[in-house]
Each structure stands twice: as C-alpha cells, then as structure tokens.
C-alpha cells in the first residue's frame, strides 16, 4: 500500500515563505495524480492544490500566485512552495495521491501542521 510522508511545515510569520514536501513509497502503480489539502481546525479539507502525472494542475483560488505545486514523477515526490503566506493559510497540510490502476484508490499523508502567525 502507498505511504506518504511529508515534512516542511512549521511556523512562519505572515508574507514569508516555506516549502512543502511529500514522498511516496511502497508505490507498484504509477500516481495519477498528486497533491495537497489542507484542514483548519473547525473546518473541512479543501483543496489546495494537485497535479496529474502530466503536469495538470488544479489549484484553489486562494492560493493561486501564491503557492506552486510540483512534482517528480521517477521520485515519486511531490513538493509545494508557498509564498506570501497569510494567517489564513494556517491548518494541517496534507500530501495526497491517487492511483487508477488497477483500481481507482486515494492516499493520504499524515499532515504537517503549517502555523502563519506574527
């Protein structure tokens, strides 16, 4: 089974900057697609940002020009960069991956706590 495993997080203050990342192991299958959400507390996961194996990237509005997502597909890694951070972006960031074959399946890391404070 997929095991992912981030790291990056931390505290920062606000308009700084800090760079996530997330490595897959015990993978058989390629990964469709790859990514991050997050989840404050008292709210719901939401969407921060994928990509497919093809470089498809699917990002909330929120973060657009702000954070970049990426990923190396022969590392099975996939990493995001977040700059400008706000207060707002505080919440527990969590890698995520989907595989298609053999059988559509969703992984998700443990999440990395991302504090945005002064």
């Known amino acids: 089974q997929v095991q992912l495993v981030e790291s990056g997080g931390g505290l920062v203050q606000p308009g700084g900057s800090l760079r996530l990342s997330c490595a897959a192991s015990?993978?058989?299958?390629?990964?469709?697609?790859m990514g991050w959400y997050r989840q404050a507390p008292g709210k719901q996961r939401e969407l921060v940002a994928t990509i497919t194996r093809d470089g498809i990237i699917n990002s909330a509005d929120s973060v657009k020009g702000r954070f970049i997502v990426s990923r190396d597909n022969a590392k099975n890694t996939v990493s995001l960069q977040m700059n400008s951070l706000k207060p707002e972006d505080t919440a527990v960031y969590y890698c995520y991956a989907r595989v298609i074959r053999p059988a559509p399946a969703s992984y998700w890391g443990q999440g990395t706590q991302v504090t945005v404070s002064s």
């Open positions: 015990r993978v058989i299958f390629s990964l469709n697609t």
